[in-house]
């Protein structure tokens, strides 16, 4: 056989076969190298046995007992069940075994466990306590016999791991095939231990002993340390990687240069009807910084609802336009990408700038058509605002300089792509209204250079939230409604569903205009409409041809209107802590007071506090660390579009602190050797290009 290394499926491991490497390969694990980092999703504390008596209290434990008779009977046509005796000094019980049994084999399914628990025997086990109408019984999860009392079990007194198991692996096989490969291949795995310093209380451990201390701790606080001593080693490749991207995008010198020559910029900052909050004020002196260094701007814009990104974007925008350079702004649907345009075309009414909408919509007329292309093309239009129709080929820019990504995240990789090649050196302004916690942002965007805004726009009163019930909500709206504002009611589903018994946008909408809301116009907006009748709906609600908008979240992005002061959103508990603040944020858009009124129709632990958090804070910030600890980093992170890996052990949330560390640490050695090419660096650069050497890249999109 050839030599066995890290990437050597497991098909070839002793007692594996290809079926098992094909239940295994559905929880991802392919390679030797994948099983010595498939860690464990939790652990058992075996480490204290307690009495039969005490388990009772329990509910669950570790046993040690003496065996008595076992008793086995038929529950149901193919399920049988064994109780085996099991006492000790403080009392007695029945440790349960179920199996399935085929009606037409005389097989005995139960013939290990009775030759394993001979009466007179002793046995651990580690069970839960079951309750049934005919008294109380203990669930076997696992079970080791010893025979003698003075023998030593393998699996008790310690720390057990638990794996992600599929219907044809077992614990016991994982188990005994991790311990396998830990003991033969354990050594061969990656260290970059020696590159990285000392690091608050995490112990500075080689790789191959974070592992095994991972599997077998000899204490809970053992596998959390060794957790931690590897997630450093993981965040440091990951940081490693991001630093070079910076290096590599700082290579390129760009063409365009930008002078603050104060025609247009004291023109645009007079039209507005605000003053800059000093954290707008900091954003564009950080955007205009980046705009007059040698290299592309490369940034990420992330403000809270409301918080005021459009003018500082808009302000780069008039420094290209300034400078006789082209920019573009794209969003992910029509109706954001028309709201740019209505308000960017108020800001800069009067300017000497002309202005573009280049949709699927305005794109369709060849009249139209023709004079947006050549507009672009012959350098006349400074600035077009549109959706992903502005990436397509045909789409030619005399000197495009500054491309504006509107709600990022939105869009795929390809898309930005796409929108990088219009220009030969762009400078890059991405935009978000997704707070994320600034560990996760340091990850998320670790080539970017990072500005958060958290104030609001001056002359937007706070909204009230408030946990309701229908009737309150709706008599609440309806005050509203009379002086003049309009309201927005949510639903998370268009049409009803026999699955989910929930109120729908469609059937809801038809019965309000006939019952509560008979003396107001309702406009009716979700996802399976067209987007020209979207776009439509969207329109008249802005301009209160309609005074109530029942609608499914497709408004939870694109749409402005600043009479609206009431949202009611129904089965708030299905919706995540961010969509439920997104929501919210369509209202609250002037000095007016806004309210929020959620209606739940779960009473389960977490929609309680969910709803509870959302209540509490208009904070987006807050409520996105919130949601982050409730339902992990996955939704923000869209590993598939970003290009990175899955952290084996590192976890965006307990480990902000690493991540810190590790860019900051990783940044001084890429300084040092940003080729990689030190004797000390080349298992670091062996890891980048295993796990990144397709993505970098992908990540420098973002």
């Keep these: 056989m050839a030599t066995?290394?890290?990437?050597?499926?497991?098909?070839?491991l002793k007692g594996m076969g290809p079926k098992r490497a094909q239940a295994f390969s559905k929880l991802g694990i392919q390679t030797i190298g994948d099983i010595l980092t498939f860690f464990p999703v939790q652990y058992q504390d075996r480490t204290k046995i307690i009495s039969v008596k005490d388990i009772y209290e329990h509910g669950h434990g570790c046993l040690f007992a003496r065996v008595g008779n076992s008793y086995e009977r038929s529950l149901s046509?193919?399920?049988?069940?064994?109780?085996?005796?099991?006492?000790?000094?403080?009392?007695?019980?029945?440790?349960?075994f179920f199996r399935k049994k085929n009606p037409y084999s005389f097989a005995d399914v139960f013939a290990p466990i009775k030759k394993a628990f001979t009466p007179g025997s002793y046995a651990y086990i580690y069970g839960e306590v079951k309750l049934e109408r005919a008294g109380r019984f203990i669930s076997a999860i696992d079970y080791e016999v010893v025979g003698e009392k003075s023998v030593k079990p393998v699996l008790f007194n310690k720390i057990v791991p638990v794996y992600a198991a599929t219907e044809k692996l077992n614990q016991k096989f994982i188990r005994e095939i991790?311990?396998?490969?830990?003991?033969?291949?354990?050594?061969?795995?990656?260290?970059?231990?020696?590159?990285?310093?000392?690091?608050?209380?995490i112990p500075n451990m080689k790789s191959e002993d974070a592992i095994r201390k991972i599997h077998y701790p000899n204490s809970l606080e053992e596998a959390e340390q060794a957790r931690r001593a590897f997630a450093l080693q993981e965040f440091f490749v990951l940081e490693s990687v991001l630093s070079l991207s910076r290096n590599s995008i700082k290579k390129n010198c760009k063409t365009q240069k930008y002078d603050i020559r104060r025609t247009l910029l004291p023109a645009f900052k007079n039209n507005l009807t605000f003053e800059f909050t000093k954290e707008q004020k900091k954003a564009i002196n950080d955007i205009f910084a980046?705009?007059?260094?040698?290299?592309?701007?490369?940034?990420?814009?992330?403000?809270?609802?409301?918080?005021?990104?459009?003018?500082?974007?808009?302000?780069?925008?008039?420094?290209?336009?300034?400078?006789?350079?082209?920019?573009?702004?794209?969003?992910?649907?029509?109706?954001?990408?028309?709201?740019?345009?209505?308000?960017?075309?108020?800001?800069?009414?009067?300017?000497?700038?002309?202005?573009?909408?280049?949709?699927?919509?305005?794109?369709?007329?060849?009249?139209?058509?023709?004079?947006?292309?050549?507009?672009l093309k012959n350098g006349e239009i400074k600035i077009a605002i549109g959706t992903h129709s502005l990436m397509e080929e045909r789409i030619k820019f005399k000197n495009l300089s500054l491309i504006v990504v509107d709600e990022q995240h939105r869009f795929g990789v390809m898309q930005k792509f796409a929108a990088l090649d219009k220009a030969e050196t762009p400078d890059i302004l991405m935009m978000t209204a997704t707070p994320i916690p600034r560990a996760l942002a340091m990850t998320l965007y670790g080539e970017m250079d990072v500005t958060t805004i958290t104030s609001t726009t001056p002359g937007r009163t706070p909204i009230k939230t408030y946990s309701s019930n229908e009737n309150c909500a709706y008599e609440n709206a309806i005050k509203e409604l009379k002086n003049g504002n309009q309201a927005y009611i949510v639903y998370p589903l268009a049409d009803e569903s026999d699955k989910l018994a929930l109120k729908s946008a469609v059937q809801e909408a038809e019965k309000l205009q006939q019952t509560r809301f008979k003396d107001f116009k309702v406009g009716l907006l979700h996802g399976k409409i067209k987007p020209s009748e979207k776009n439509e709906v969207m329109r008249k609600f802005k301009n209160k041809e309609y005074d109530v908008l029942i609608s499914t979240t497709v408004i939870e992005v694109g749409i402005d209107a600043p009479d609206a002061t009431i949202m009611i959103i129904h089965h708030a508990e299905r919706f995540g802590l961010l969509a439920l603040h997104q929501l919210r944020g369509r209202i609250g858009r002037s000095a007016k007071q806004s309210y929020a009124y959620l209606i739940g129709s779960s009473n389960g632990e977490n929609a309680n506090k969910r709803l509870s958090i959302i209540t509490s804070t208009n904070n987006g910030f807050k409520i996105a660390e919130e949601d982050l600890k409730m339902r992990g980093p996955g939704e923000l992170m869209g590993t598939v579009q970003h290009g990175f890996p899955e952290f084996k052990a590192g976890d965006l949330i307990k480990d902000a602190d690493i991540i810190e560390f590790t860019k900051s640490h990783a940044t001084k050695i890429i300084e040092d050797d940003p080729l990689l090419v030190k004797e000390s660096n080349a298992v670091l650069k062996t890891l980048i290009n295993k796990h990144f050497s397709n993505k970098i890249k992908l990540i420098n999109v973002g």
Excluded at 4 to 12: A, F, P, R, S, V
Excluded at 77 to 96: C, H, N, T, W, Y
């Design 77 to 96: 046509k193919g399920l049988s069940v064994l109780d085996v005796e099991i006492f000790d000094d403080s009392s007695m019980a029945a440790a349960r």
């Design 290 to 375: 980046d705009m007059q260094s040698l290299y592309p701007m490369n940034r990420i814009l992330m403000g809270d609802v409301g918080s005021g990104k459009t003018v500082v974007a808009l302000s780069a925008i008039v420094l290209a336009a300034e400078n006789n350079y082209q920019a573009m702004i794209v969003a992910p649907t029509e109706i954001l990408a028309e709201q740019h345009y209505l308000t960017i075309s108020n800001m800069l009414s009067g300017l000497d700038v002309k202005i573009v909408l280049a949709t699927s919509s305005t794109l369709k007329k060849k009249s139209q058509r023709d004079k947006i292309l050549s507009g």
């Design 178 to 201: 991790v311990n396998s490969v830990l003991g033969m291949f354990g050594s061969l795995y990656p260290d970059i231990s020696e590159l990285i310093h000392n690091f608050g209380s």
């Design 4 to 12: 066995i290394h890290l990437d050597t499926e497991i098909q070839y």
